[in-house]
Nanobody, 113 residues
């Protein structure tokens, strides 16, 4: 069981950048596979990126080259660096472990055109 607290969202113009953070507690973070997900209103939650505890990373095709997932095991924190943001990136962003745990509140990202 883990507790997840996302932060760092906001309102930016297209082409701008944000860095999201996820503070995790309740388990050994360094041995956990972690990921970022997002959900737009009226849409299903979708996978964005995964950070494997052994160092592998995986990305949704539409964010490759723009987003970078990383982690600081000493701080039990997961990050998502988001560059070249597009209006279609607008969503609530969530982090989670794999296998999935209960969802946190997420953080809102809004990209204006």
């Amino acid at each position: 069981q883990v507790q997840l607290v996302e932060s760092g969202g906001g309102l930016v113009q297209a082409g701008g950048s944000l860095r999201l953070s996820c503070a995790a507690s309740g388990r050994t973070f360094s041995s956990a596979n972690m990921g970022w997900y997002r959900q737009a209103p009226g849409k299903e939650r979708e996978f964005v990126a995964i950070s494997g505890y052994l160092g592998s990373t995986y990305y949704l095709e539409s964010v490759k080259g723009r987003f970078t997932i990383s982690r600081d095991n000493a701080k039990n924190t997961l990050y998502l660096q988001m560059n070249s943001l597009k209006p279609e990136d607008t969503a609530v962003y969530y982090c989670n472990a794999l296998p999935l745990q209960p969802w946190g509140q997420g953080t809102q990202v809004t990209v204006s055109s």
